[in-house]
């Protein structure tokens, strides 16, 4: 019962079309933040679930000093 009930709110509430929405957000502003900040990133994944990768010679030191800053 609590399975369906949850479902029917899900629909309801059209969450799959919200955590889309939300995801293309994020992806578009990793892109624009990575294009202010003169990075080179690969951005991917379904909306929802959106990723990105660093890229170029120094992506891994780039990749350590975005994590190291992450405070």
Do not use: C
Request: net charge neutral; proline share 3%; hydrophobic share 45%.
């Amino acid at each position: 019962m609590a399975a369906l009930a949850t479902i029917h709110k899900h629909r309801r509430l059209e969450v799959a079309k919200r955590l889309i929405a939300v995801g293309q957000r994020i992806q578009e502003g990793w892109r624009e933040a990575a294009h202010q900040a003169e990075l080179a990133i690969d951005v991917g994944g379904i909306p929802p679930l959106s990723h990105f990768n660093l890229i170029g010679n120094d992506a891994q030191a780039t990749h350590t000093l975005f994590y190291a800053t992450d405070a």
